[in-house]
């Protein structure tokens, strides 16, 4: 049986799924291998040391270097 414990995560899991796929709120976009990729910045640096510092510093559209494929970054950031 599942705790509520573990259904308050899922439904968050869920919810946090469903910004990733409306860019309506997002904030910051990313250009992955000619796509344009859309998400949060305050989700993501909470979730990425990475992300934070490029936020501290990079305004706007933030490029993502060619060796990473639209698809491997859009796994990327369902995981985070």
Do not use: N
């Amino acid at each position: 049986k599942e705790t509520v414990g573990e259904k308050a995560l899922r439904a968050l899991q869920t919810d946090l799924g469903k910004l990733l796929e409306d860019p309506a709120l997002a904030d910051v976009t990313f250009a992955v291998g000619g796509q344009r990729i859309s998400a949060h910045r305050i989700i993501l640096a909470a979730r990425s040391e990475h992300f934070k510092a490029r936020f501290e510093w990079e305004q706007g559209e933030v490029a993502i270097g060619e060796e990473v494929s639209a698809g491997a970054f859009r796994v990327l950031m369902r995981y985070l």
